[in-house]
């Protein structure tokens, strides 16, 4: 448990995590936060370590690790070369919730970090107790989310507690985490362009604004890129059910606020007649139209960086309190509101039901 006192002292911070980074060095896992969610981490550069992290999440193989490093210097070795985009936008965000998809230097990490791949994605955190950690180990740390496949990333250490206490060699416990959805992951394109393979805590229009070059998401994540689509999303990742709480969710969405309350309020009542334990996640303009057996608020529509520090936490509530029917208001996809509802919609399983 790293104490707030703690993260303004780096001497003692890096003091306090040495056991932690101890296990790294020797080729165990150790949960740890970031600014966007919990991580898992190992040696990047050890297939045993990192066939650990696979395990305790029971993650599909084909499905590649990031790579968190702690300065610039962690960088030489591991890929092959930073274009011009690329470098710009490490100037722009880094420290920060950007995960760059880079050419990766053969041999320079275990193959399954990759997933077979000839790139690998790279991050620098931007959390005091992230960055002492990978710093004191010396290890370039392979880290997915520290959630048991499909379920909502963990941004608390109770989370990690909930899936994986057992199977991993600790946690580091430094309190909530900030963001609360997980890095944006781009690519730069041969022409220069930025690829967005998943939206995170780095909005498009930041990146437009820093990129000096046109951006634009993986057109596999447009919103009504529908089953019959040909294309495979380019981040692995993006192909699985994600985030699921237990229960059946959807989003409801629609030209009227009132409308999409007044169909929410209409459809908890008659589920709840029918027996189901209901749950609903709203914005705060609206929460009180609602009677559910678990009510979330996401916040504010006017500051969408409440919904997505709460999203997670509020999925997982959904399940602690056993609930079976859930739905959910949408928000616009600007800004966070993109990265919120790519996640809903995983959660979702894509079912959102549109009114007329
Ligand atoms: O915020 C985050 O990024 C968190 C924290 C712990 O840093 N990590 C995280 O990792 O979300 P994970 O493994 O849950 O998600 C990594 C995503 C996946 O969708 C994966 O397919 C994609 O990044 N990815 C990783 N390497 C890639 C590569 N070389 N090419 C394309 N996509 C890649
Ligand atoms: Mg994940």
Request: include cysteine; charged fraction near 20%; charge should be negative.
């Amino acid at each position: 448990r790293i104490g707030p006192e703690l993260l303004s002292d780096p001497a003692k911070l890096r003091e306090e995590l040495k056991p932690a980074a101890a296990i790294l060095r020797e080729g165990g896992v150790v949960a740890f936060p970031t600014e966007t969610v919990y991580g898992l981490g190992a040696d990047a550069r050890s297939t045993a370590a990192v066939e650990a992290v696979f395990a305790a999440k029971g993650r599909p193989s084909d499905n590649p690790l990031i790579v968190h490093i702690a300065n610039r210097g962690g960088l030489d070795g591991l890929v092959k070369a930073v274009s011009p985009a690329a470098q710009r936008l490490m100037d722009a965000f880094w420290p920060g919730p950007l995960t760059i998809v880079l050419p990766v230097q053969p041999g320079a990490l275990s193959p399954r970090v990759t997933a077979g791949l000839d790139t690998v994605g790279i991050r620098m955190p931007d959390h005091p107790v992230a960055l002492a950690l990978i710093a004191e180990s010396g290890c370039p740390v392979a880290a997915p989310s520290a959630n048991r496949s499909g379920r909502p990333s963990p941004t608390l250490a109770g989370h990690v507690m909930e899936d994986l206490a057992g199977t991993i060699g600790g946690i580091v416990d430094g309190g909530a985490t900030g963001v609360g959805v997980e890095s944006t992951v781009v690519q730069v394109a041969e022409d220069g362009s930025v690829i967005v393979l998943r939206p995170g805590g780095v909005t498009l229009e930041q990146l437009s604004q820093a990129a000096g070059a046109p951006v634009r998401l993986d057109p596999a994540l447009l919103p009504d890129a529908g089953s019959d689509h040909i294309e495979a999303p380019r981040a692995p990742g993006m192909k699985y059910t994600h985030y699921a709480p237990k229960g059946v969710l959807r989003i409801v969405t629609g030209p009227s606020a009132a409308g999409v309350s007044d169909w929410i309020s209409r459809s908890l009542r008659e589920a709840a007649a029918r027996g189901e334990r209901t749950g609903v996640l709203a914005f705060e303009e609206h929460i009180g139209r609602y009677q559910a057996d678990c009510i979330e608020s996401l916040g504010s529509l006017s500051d969408l960086s409440a919904a997505a520090h709460r999203l997670y936490a509020a999925l997982r509530r959904m399940d602690e309190e056993g609930i079976g029917f859930i739905l959910s208001e949408a928000c616009p996809e600007e800004g966070l509101g993109a990265a919120i509802m790519n996640r809903l919609r995983k959660a979702a399983g894509q079912r959102v039901v549109r009114l007329g």
